[in-house]
């Protein structure tokens, strides 16, 4: 009972009772993302995630049901987000890296220098900012995820994702439209 009356203290303000409810909540919470298959790298990010969520949700929690079963909702919660989310990432990563090796195979033939996608690729891409063309290949050369790339960067990872999206349509719709001289 001691976690759902700090609950109630934090929600009516209390700071104390608020860094109380985290320290006392923060094993289950761990426990919770690793039993939901986080790699561990990505754990403390999570539960940092969850620690806010459950600060800004606390006028919604009701102070007469279990508080552990409430925070491992929230837990799970953010859990299916990462996955899908890591999901999404490498989907487009894998698809990047599939038409960068198609361009390296096209390399090593003898029709490399007249391949017009290549040209058509290598002229877009010099059409990009040098802090775009830094994303991409952070992303996919260097094959950091989104939250790596944020921390590098100095913005978040729904921005960088939302980023890496407009920069592959723009890139799209470069190579389909440019004309490459002959």
């Not at 929690?61 to 990462?82: E, M, N, S, V």
């Not at 002229?123 to 050369?141: K, N, P």
Request: aromatic share 6%; net charge neutral; glycine share 4%.
């Amino acid at each position: 009972m001691q976690l759902e009356n700090l609950a109630v203290q934090a929600a009516a303000g209390d700071m104390d009772a608020a860094e109380r409810l985290i320290i006392g909540f923060h094993d289950n919470l761990m426990m919770s993302i690793a039993l939901n298959g986080i790699p561990v790298q990505d754990r403390d990010s999570i539960a940092q995630d969850a620690a806010i969520k459950v600060l800004k949700s606390l006028p919604r929690y009701q102070a007469d049901q279990p508080f552990l079963p409430w925070l491992r909702g929230i837990a799970r919660h953010l859990c299916a987000d990462y996955w899908r989310t890591h999901y999404r990432e490498k989907k487009r990563r894998d698809q990047f890296q599939r038409f960068m090796a198609k361009q390296w195979r096209a390399h090593d033939t003898d029709d490399y220098e007249n391949n017009t996608d290549v040209e058509r690729l290598r002229t877009c891409m010099q059409e990009l900012s040098e802090s775009q063309r830094h994303l991409i290949d952070l992303t996919y050369v260097d094959g950091h995820n989104s939250d790596t790339v944020a921390e590098q960067t100095g913005r978040t990872a729904a921005a960088i994702r939302k980023n890496l999206q407009r920069l592959r349509e723009k890139l799209a719709d470069c190579i389909r439209t440019h004309k490459v001289s002959t």
